[in-house]
């Protein structure tokens, strides 16, 4: 009797374990497919502010508030694209140069102190907007103004300036056109340069800048509906001019409240700023987006949380060539046996050098009887003019 109890315990034990091992590892898998659910490798923003001159002072804070924010939450300077037509740290008009603040009582400088320009004054154009999406840049482009993404990147697009309805200006001379937008993100979809799209504009009817779009994967965020302008937030009477845009404003103050591991969701994004403190009313499109921005962490878009994928596969690596079919002095470009001559850095401006080979050179000089030949020769021609 004693034997069979002790076999049922054990048999009960070895149950119990079995269900321990088989929910603990559901567990796991559930959270490897949580990790990767958001199916993105990195992280990349391109910030533009569109607009010149002093008085669009607040358009330079946004953008660089935006900057800021996303700096702070991990996405580096290598994975940024900052397009600002002016500058307004150096403007002569600035009480405060080197500093551009995006609050009256100057909480933050959100110019700081490395911000890294890409494209800045003249060079932010339609044109070069649209290349450093699609990625038709000449070859001698800098790496540094390049959006190099793939087809598992999360692409962060925000502008602000002066628009309309369908269109956003680019310094008083052009626009873009919101199909001419809408194409730029279907050139990326096609050529695998984006794997999802957070569009945000702060501008004036700024939801008619997504209308036209057709491409999977993005999710549109305009801060005005069509007819409504998009208004200022409050003036810093120490330069005289309007400092930050009313949504971002707002924005900035919910994106100081997330952290690299927040669990914010897009959904709090779409909430920042109500009506009530908007006074315009922000618009939202999530059609084309296939997840659910209830589950959507901000972090997927504004900040840097790197993935790693495993995988079981083996691979096998080659050895090189010519490795296996050398050895020794038999090896091409094999210097055993040889002296090599020292090497030195040789000197960008040898005065020495040009000395010495001046000194060395072997100087002409006339024959002594010539020089005397000569002087005679002088000597009866002055004399016999003077008879």
């Known amino acids: 009797m004693a034997a069979h109890s002790g076999r049922n315990w054990a048999g009960l034990m070895f149950l119990c374990l079995l269900f321990v091992s088989v929910a603990a590892s559901s567990n796991v898998e559930d959270q490897v497919g949580g990790f990767f659910k958001s199916g993105h490798t990195n992280n990349w923003a391109v910030l533009v502010c569109t607009s010149r001159f002093w008085f669009n002072y607040r358009h330079i804070a946004n953008t660089l508030s935006v900057y800021r924010s996303v700096k702070r939450l991990g996405i580096p300077d290598s994975q940024i694209i900052l397009m600002l037509a002016d500058d307004m740290a150096c403007n002569p008009r600035n009480p405060r140069p080197a500093t551009v603040f995006n609050n ?34 000449p070859p001698s482009t800098p790496r540094s103004k390049r959006l190099l993404t793939d087809d598992r990147s999360n692409v962060l697009v925000y502008m602000t300036g002066h628009g309309g309805e369908g269109f956003l200006k680019f310094q008083d001379a052009e626009e873009i056109s919101n199909v001419e937008l809408a194409d730029a993100f279907q050139q990326m979809w096609q050529k695998n340069r984006y794997h999802e799209i957070l569009f945000m504009i702060d501008t004036c009817q700024a939801v008619s800048m997504y ?38 404003y707002y924005l900035l103050e919910f994106l100081e409240t997330v952290t690299p591991d927040s669990k914010k969701t897009l959904a709090d994004l779409f909430r920042v700023c109500p009506k009530r ?54 090896c091409p470009g094999s210097r055993r046996g040889k002296r090599m001559k020292k090497l030195a850095y040789a000197n960008q401006f040898p005065v020495e050098a040009a000395y010495e080979e001046e000194v060395t050179k072997p100087q002409w000089h006339f024959p002594m009887y010539f020089v005397a030949a000569l002087s005679v020769f002088f000597i009866t021609v002055v004399s016999a003019f003077r008879i």
């Open 104 to 137: 009256a009582n100057q909480h933050i400088n959100v110019y700081g102190d490395n911000v890294e320009v890409d494209y800045r004054g003249y060079e932010v154009t339609v044109e070069n907007f649209i290349r450093v999406l699609t990625g038709r840049l």
């Open 211 to 248: 209308h036209k779009f057709y491409s999977p994967n993005v999710i549109g965020i305009g801060s005005a509906q069509v007819g409504e302008d998009s208004l200022s937030h409050h003036v810093d009477p120490s330069i005289g001019v309007y400092i930050i845009d009313r949504y971002t």
């Open 277 to 330: 403190v908007c006074v315009s009313t922000p618009g939202v499109r999530t059609d084309l987006f296939t997840r659910d921005p209830n589950t959507v962490l901000i972090t997927d878009f504004f900040g840097s949380v790197r993935n790693v994928e495993i995988t079981t596969e083996t691979i096998t690596l080659k050895r090189n060539d010519t490795a296996q079919s050398c050895s020794g002095s038999s």
